[in-house]
């Protein structure tokens, strides 16, 4: 039980805030000394942020199952913006099974995800809307998105990025990422479980489902501090952590 409640905690936190869930499911454990969470664990978990960002944006998903025109346009985006990733994850899976192997890479990976982020305070914040974006915009975010496979790599740090690199408000450019996110979080969870049932398994041990509980509340409230503090001063403290926590970790490692 409390493994369950320890890994929904940090896949429910670092999914959301940009600071790589992936990243910290290895480098804990890593630090640690002790292994990370099984298959099926990491496939529940993937369930409970899942019905997190669906809960918080559930607006935008009516607007989408209205399939008007707001909703079509929305809905195209996001198949765009999210072909990058799947390809590249399909190409690519065996690369990155082996960064998520080396702790020590997936620290250097954790600090350029810093770098990034903080050099998004050299951006001039624009204040275009999702509703303003074009195929080119969902391409580039999902470029960005596609490069958060690699262990280390922030999947929400890297769109967000993208955003306001395309000129997005910054509430606008997280609310964007973060649908992008959906399909992206469903089909990690949809791989992992084939993978689980593949391998022969099946059963869910009761404590898992605490895990999922756990993740599903961890990462709602973490979209919503993201939220206020992108509001207020952006990215750079996110990008503070993630350097001085892959420092760390190269360190103890």
Request: charged share 15%.
């Amino acid at each position: 039980m409390p493994d369950a409640i320890l890994w929904g905690l940090i896949q429910g936190l670092t999914e959301f805030l940009p600071i790589s869930s992936s990243g910290h499911l290895v480098l804990i454990p890593a630090l640690l000394g002790r292994d990370g969470p099984d298959l099926a664990t990491s496939a529940m978990l993937h369930l409970g942020t899942l019905a997190a960002v669906v809960a918080y944006y559930r607006a935008d998903l009516r607007t989408m199952a209205r399939w008007d025109r707001p909703g079509r346009k929305l809905v195209t985006l996001i198949v765009l913006g999210t072909i990058p990733a799947a390809v590249l994850g399909f190409l690519f899976r065996d690369q990155l099974d082996t960064i998520n192997e080396t702790p020590r890479l997936v620290a250097v990976f954790l600090i350029i995800t810093g770098v990034v982020l903080l050099a998004t305070t050299l951006l001039r914040i624009g204040d275009r809307r999702t509703s303003d974006l074009g195929v080119v915009d969902a391409g580039v975010i999902g470029v960005a998105q596609a490069s958060a496979l690699i262990p280390g790599i922030s999947r929400s740090g890297m769109t967000i990025s993208a955003g306001l690199g395309r000129g997005m408000e910054s509430i606008e450019a997280a609310r964007f990422a973060f649908l992008l996110g959906i399909p992206a979080i469903a089909g990690g969870g949809a791989l992992s479980m084939l993978e689980l049932f593949s391998d022969g398994g099946g059963s869910i041990p009761a404590a898992t489902w605490v895990g999922v509980a756990v993740a599903a509340l961890a990462g709602y409230a973490a979209i919503a501090i993201l939220i206020r503090i992108l509001a207020r001063v952006g990215l750079a403290p996110f990008g503070i952590y993630c350097v001085a926590f892959g420092i760390l970790a190269l360190v103890a490692l």
